[in-house]
């Protein structure tokens, strides 16, 4: 028997993707489909989907050998999380659009607060990554819970902005970069 509660899925999704077993993400979103109905899919990633995040994988960074060469240089806290989507949209980066088109980043809000990111295929498909976890195709609101209730879209931003302003984000944060700086 399969329920179409979109809050019990939500919250099922956070439970499995708590689990720090991700060899076992698969087969429960699997077997989530047997009580709940979703339309989440299992994409496949880069070689190694555990190397990069949400973030990473909504600005196009995931495989980028700049990004990683500048992110092992700093502190385990300064890397391209959420904290670094706030950066970009307090600076102008990302630049909010009024709804939903195909090729617009999405972020999901909890108390005001950025949680989630990924791209928009259509105007309701997302591509995102779950934590270091697996790369997913979803609904808009087949996510886990944590990810919060509130979304926003965004104008995607270019390569060379993104790796330029997490050198400002980094350096906000203590970071030299040494020949980088300016």
Not at 56 to 63: H, Y
Not at 101 to 115: D, M, Q, V
Request: with cysteine; hydrophobic share 40%; aromatic share 10%.
């Amino acid at each position: 028997m399969t329920c179409s509660n979109p809050a019990m899925l939500r919250v099922r999704l956070q439970d499995i993707t708590d689990n720090i077993d991700m060899d076992t993400h698969v087969a429960q979103i699997e077997l989530a489909r047997q009580t709940y109905s979703h339309t989440i899919e299992i994409l496949p990633g880069a070689n190694d989907n555990r190397r990069y995040n949400c973030v990473m994988f909504a600005l196009g960074i995931e495989t980028d050998r700049v990004y990683y060469d500048m992110a092992r240089r700093c502190p385990d806290e300064v890397h391209a999380d959420t904290n670094f989507v706030q950066f970009l949209v307090d600076r102008g980066f990302l630049v909010e659009q009024p709804s939903p088109k195909p090729g617009l980043l999405i972020a999901y809000l909890s108390e005001g607060r950025f949680r989630h990111i990924g791209k928009l295929t259509d105007r309701c498909r997302i591509q995102s990554k779950w934590g270091i976890g697996n790369l997913y195709e979803h609904a808009t609101f087949e996510v886990p819970i944590s990810y919060g209730d509130a979304i926003q879209f965004f104008l995607p931003i270019e390569h060379d902005p993104v790796l330029n302003a997490f050198i400002e984000f980094a350096k906000l944060r203590g970071v030299s970069f040494g020949g980088t700086d300016g």
